[in-house]
């Protein structure tokens, strides 16, 4: 497989669930982000990862941690969320944090929550 | 802080021309342009440097004005392939002059190309 792969490609959760959504790419990339776009919103970047370590936490609630267990992979784990987290949850990896090549982006996983 | 875009939404017939525009408040290392179609992911067009340049890309091209902190993306004899929604992505420059290394993204633009 080649570029970004997120799944699942939709979740629909309750509010006392929990889940786990997963970014893989095999592109050879050091650093990873999550991104949540919601409708008539630009994309918010959520948190940052560089050779597997945290970089960024953009303000992000508690009730989604990630997780970076190597550079192929990011996790979104989801707990306790709230409504209005209902989106679509973008992943993307760059070669490094120089962004000479652009993001390369998945094709995300659209969340609702009930 | 985020890049406003403008127009927010743009209908062409397929031949017609359209420009894009995308300002910051913040002095910028870079520009990014992204478009996504509907239920797909958004794919990267390209970057232009601090320093100004223009690039070009078949009958997409760009420019980026440093002083001004303005990107413009152009759209020559549209296609209906063009249709979708287009991002600038800004990068910031740091007290270094360096980059941030992350992307802050426009509210789009919504561009429809009919036959």
């Known amino acids: 497989e080649t570029g970004v792969t997120q799944t699942p490609r939709h979740l629909v959760m309750g509010m006392t669930n929990k889940k786990s959504l997963k970014c893989e790419q095999h592109?050879?990339?050091?650093?990873m982000y999550w991104y949540k776009q919601s409708a008539k919103k630009p994309l918010e970047l959520m948190f940052v990862?560089?050779?597997?370590?945290?970089?960024e936490n953009n303000s992000v609630p508690s009730r989604f941690s990630p997780e970076c267990p190597n550079s192929s992979h990011l996790f979104l784990h989801l707990h306790t969320l709230q409504p209005e987290d209902s989106a679509l949850y973008l992943c993307?990896?760059?070669?490094?944090?120089?962004?000479?090549?652009?993001?390369?982006f998945g094709s995300g996983t659209r969340l609702t929550v009930v | 802080q985020q890049p406003v875009q403008s127009p927010q939404a743009v209908i062409l017939r397929e031949g017609e021309d359209a420009v894009i525009n995308c300002s910051s408040s913040?002095?910028?290392?870079?520009v990014h342009w992204y478009r996504q179609k509907h239920g797909e992911a958004p794919v990267f067009l390209m970057i232009?440097?601090?320093?100004?340049e223009q690039k070009g890309h078949d009958k997409i091209s760009a420019s980026f004005n440093e002083k001004k902190q303005q990107s413009s993306l152009y759209l020559t004899a549209s296609q209906l392939s063009y249709s979708g929604t287009y991002f600038c992505?800004?990068?910031?420059?740091?007290?270094?002059?360096?980059?941030?290394?992350?992307?802050?993204f426009g509210q789009g633009t919504i561009l429809t190309v009919h036959p």
């Open positions: 993307a990896s760059s070669q490094d944090r120089t962004l000479r090549w652009g993001y390369t």
């Open positions: 592109l050879g990339h050091n650093a």
């Open positions: 990862y560089n050779f597997k370590e945290q970089t």
């Open positions: 913040k002095a910028l290392y870079s």
């Open positions: 232009l440097l601090k320093g100004g």
């Open positions: 992505g800004t990068e910031r420059v740091n007290a270094g002059g360096t980059s941030y290394g992350k992307l802050t």
